[in-house]
């Protein structure tokens, strides 16, 4: 009897170890969905863009190593990692911390940060004449505008508020944002206009010499003076040109990791990661490791640098 049950034994933990192996292989594919992310909580695949609420130092054996920190701070670029995140009360906001990953003290004419609302948390409103891109990261918001018309925004959605537009968002539970805001940069006869919608409603978009998928969450149009992209690349893949131009971007790591080039410095990143670049910073991605990468990227556009 003994015999048999150590057998027994052994053939249990040979299938909970292929289970397991199957189930680690199913999950390195590719990105899981948001909606089984909100709607099927027995799912083993982990939350959509759950790395960057979640972020892990690589090696781990530097995750609690006193004065550790993987960001830098120069005077054209700036790499924001999560273990350096300071949160604090935001202003104008209820029941909510928020972390600045970019802001004009750095040079650039935007700014870009993490919002953790909290049970019942409330947005305010951004001064006047700044304009708000509000992005999901986890977790669910309602959103309302003047009109008093509410939408639920899930992870992988997204809004676009003109300047001077009321609106609201609200938690009921908790839920994280990223949040971009910049001073308008009016231009005669054209006004922009709100726009609610998510990462998959998005076409995919030509690009003549690159290998990567590129979606646009704004019109592309005049009254709208800068666009957020979402990049994704597959494993091994990267930009085939090394930019350098007058746009500024500020870039929010999603899933995966690689290489970032930043003028003559080489960054190892990954989900969770800021990057901040100035006007005319050389700048270069590779795609490394086993799941696609896709990074959340702000860029000005549709205005005369001068």
């Not at 970019?102 to 700044?130: R, T």
């Not at 231009?187 to 919608?197: A, M, R, S, T, Y």
Request: aromatic share 12%; net charge negative.
């Amino acid at each position: 009897m003994q015999s048999l049950s150590a057998t027994h034994a052994k053939s249990l933990l040979l299938l909970s170890t292929i289970l397991c192996t199957l189930n680690l292989v199913v999950t390195e594919q590719g990105f899981c969905s948001a909606i089984s992310s909100v709607t099927d909580s027995n799912s083993n695949c982990n939350p959509l863009y759950s790395k960057v609420i979640n972020p892990t130092l690589n090696p781990s054996h530097l995750q609690d190593l006193p004065g550790f920190t993987r960001s830098v701070y120069k005077s054209d670029h700036a790499l924001i990692t999560p273990e350096s995140h300071v949160f604090s009360p935001l202003p104008d906001w209820s029941n909510t911390l928020g972390a600045y990953l970019v802001s004009p003290a750095m040079g650039a004419h935007f700014v870009m940060y993490i919002a953790k609302m909290q049970e019942s948390a409330k947005s305010g409103c951004p001064p006047k004449d700044v304009e708000r891109f509000v992005f999901v990261l986890q977790g669910s918001v309602t959103f309302t505008n003047v009109s008093g018309v509410g939408q639920t925004l899930m992870v992988d959605s997204f809004a676009y508020l003109p300047p001077n537009s009321e609106h609201l968002f609200e938690s009921y539970e908790s839920a994280t944002l990223v949040v971009f805001e910049r001073r308008y940069a009016y231009l005669e006869n054209h006004v922009p206009e709100q726009i609610v919608g998510s990462t998959d409603q998005q076409p995919l978009l030509d690009t003549p010499g690159e290998v990567f998928e590129l979606r646009k969450l704004l019109p592309t149009s005049l009254p709208y003076d800068f666009n957020i992209h979402i990049m994704d690349f597959q494993p091994g893949e990267f930009l085939n040109v090394k930019e350098v131009h007058y746009n500024q971007h500020g870039l929010l790591l999603l899933e995966g990791q690689g290489i970032y080039r930043l003028g003559d410095s080489w960054y190892p990143v990954q989900a969770g990661d800021a990057i901040w670049m100035a006007p005319f910073v050389p700048q270069w991605y590779a795609a490394l490791g086993k799941i696609p990468t896709r990074y959340l990227l702000y860029k000005d556009v549709n205005r005369n640098p001068l």
